[in-house]
């Protein structure tokens, strides 16, 4: 990718007080020092920053899916696992 | 014909001499590992020089030649390829320290087919590490450090296939192999003022090439022109593919999105897109605004990807050698990846049914659309990316949603002298169409056989 998706760290800086972010990242494992350094050597508690991005990130991401929840699909759409459109029908 | 010189030739002019044996393949091979090595450290662009496997793949090139065997345009031409392009006995990073001991005991498809080819593999190029695939804010997010800019080397080559744009730029190789999951291809094209082409989702084959995200991830050719880009396509292409002049670029209908500046990039930017209408416009071809279709591809584009990186990568979280990667960020991406349940993706990709629909009735009206690769040119190596990039890319979310193959070709120049490209995107396996524009623009026009400082 040319760079992080649209989705996290717009910006820095407000975050903790959205929606539910907070008591996400207070139960973050990766918040966790002693317990994530025993389970990974080169693991190390997030930085003040970094909380702050990640809650933003967060709260990013939450609001992108309740966009994405509250959109309405015919029953009869399915998912596009089969990807771009096949050779057959090319236009 | 001094190295720099020769490798600065594209592909269709370097083969007639290799034919004609004014050139041997061993010769330009030792240029391009010269270069590469003397060079490659300025720029950050170099995970490994395969010297040893570059020159017995040269002589046998040369001896076929001799002997009247020839295999074709790519024949004893040297390139490098993305090192997240599996190559046996040869280390394959991913570009991230978790892999740096990685070697596979086989070679990635592509590789497999442009050494069926004759061509010369002399490196394998620097990258963003796991191509960007747990997301990066910082251009020094790679293995090998931040790429450096062939045209201001205090500025970022973009990424991920970082390396690729800056080697070609630099006239390390003559082509180059890339990936583009959302702008990999793209944009390091753009920056580095150098033909980039983003095949169609499906049209090269994946495998032995490192996964970030199975339903996007896409493998193409970056190059010095769109002809020397339909070459190499050609040859990797796991389905046929005929570059055979048939398409008039002058009768296809042509489209360009008139984005806003006002917020987000650079006037210098907008007013060389401006220019590239025009020439086009002077050569024959008719072009008018079209908006694409109101939906949001860059929203569900995110959501795909970021679910299937984190799956892609869940043993680097898992062994915690994610805290090795070089973006100190990278862990966060699980986290943000845990809050999009199994229905979310689902919903997503039902969403990306629906615009993928959307983008065909979008192509029964048109066969191209254009628009800036990029709102900006080459950022400093130490600017945040995410305000470096800044804006939306609703063109970059539909083609990589929606699979469109893309070319990005060099357009002009910026703020600081630095390259701008314009973006020409078709309908899914119409590459033809969009490789016969690019090729009508860049005969009208010089700025692809323009050259970064020496």
Not at chain 2, 69 to 98: M, Q, V
Not at chain 2, 381 to 394: C, F, I, T, Y
């Amino acid at each position: 990718m040319r760079n992080r998706t649209g989705l996290t760290r717009r910006s820095l800086g407000k975050a903790l007080a959205a929606s539910g972010a907070a008591a996400l990242v207070s139960s973050s494992p990766f918040l966790r020092g002693a317990e994530a350094k025993a389970a990974a050597p080169a693991a190390r508690p997030l930085s003040r920053e970094q909380k702050k991005d990640l809650a933003k990130a967060l709260s990013d991401t939450e609001k992108t899916l309740n966009k994405l929840r509250a959109r309405d699909l015919d029953e009869s759409v399915a998912p596009a696992f089969a990807i771009a459109i096949p050779e057959e029908r090319r236009p | 014909m001094s190295g720099a010189d020769l490798l600065a030739l594209p592909v269709s002019e370097l083969s007639p001499l290799l034919l004609s044996r004014k050139v041997t393949a061993t010769a330009l091979a030792e240029m391009s590992l010269a270069r590469l090595e003397e060079l490659g450290p300025r720029y950050n662009a170099v995970a490994l020089v395969t010297r040893d496997l570059a020159l017995e793949q040269a002589r046998e090139a040369d001896r076929e030649i001799a002997a009247g065997r020839h295999r074709g345009p790519l024949h004893g031409i040297p390139y490098g390829a993305k090192d997240l392009l599996d190559t046996k006995g040869l280390r394959t990073t991913w570009g991230a320290r978790p892999y740096s001991a990685r070697v596979p005991d086989s070679d990635a498809e592509v590789i497999g087919r442009l050494r069926e080819a004759g061509a010369v593999l002399v490196a394998k190029l620097a990258m963003i590490e796991l191509a960007g695939g747990l997301g990066y804010n910082i251009a020094a997010a790679s293995a090998t450090g931040p790429a450096k800019n062939p045209w201001k080397t205090d500025c970022w080559t973009c990424g991920s296939s970082s390396g690729s744009g800056a080697a070609v730029a630099a006239r390390l190789v003559p082509f180059a192999i890339g990936s583009e999951t959302w702008g990999s291809i793209l944009c390091p094209s753009s920056f580095c003022g150098v033909t980039g082409l983003r095949p169609t989702y499906d049209r090269v084959s994946r495998r032995g090439a490192m996964a970030l995200s199975w339903t996007m991830d896409k493998i193409g050719p970056l190059a010095k022109s769109a002809r020397d880009c339909a070459t190499v396509l050609s040859a990797i292409s796991s389905r046929p593919i005929a570059f055979d002049g048939s398409v008039d670029p002058r009768k296809l209908r042509v489209a360009f999105l008139d984005l806003d500046f006002g917020k987000f990039g650079e006037k210098e930017v907008a007013a060389a897109f401006e220019n590239a209408l025009g020439a086009l416009r002077s050569a024959g071809v008719e072009i008018r605004e079209a908006k694409l279709p109101d939906l949001p591809f860059e929203d569900v584009a995110g959501i795909v990807i970021q679910a299937e990186a984190a799956a892609a990568f869940e043993n680097l979280e898992k062994s915690g050698r994610v805290f090795e990667l070089a973006d100190p960020d990278a862990p966060l991406a699980f986290e943000i990846a845990r809050k999009i349940g199994a229905t979310d993706y689902i919903k997503a990709m039902r969403l990306r049914t629906v615009m993928q629909e959307a983008m065909a009735r979008f192509f029964s009206e048109w066969d191209l659309v254009l628009a800036p690769t990029e709102r900006y040119v080459a950022s400093r190596l130490d600017r945040k990316l995410d305000e470096a990039l800044a804006g939306p890319d609703v063109l970059g979310g539909a083609g990589n949603l929606c699979g469109l193959p893309a070319v990005s070709v060099p357009c002009g120049f910026g703020k600081e002298g630095l390259p701008v490209g314009m973006a020409i995107v078709g309908a899914p396996w119409r590459e033809e169409n969009v490789v016969a524009l690019a090729e009508l623009y860049q005969a009208n026009t010089d700025w692809h056989t323009k050259e970064p400082p020496k």
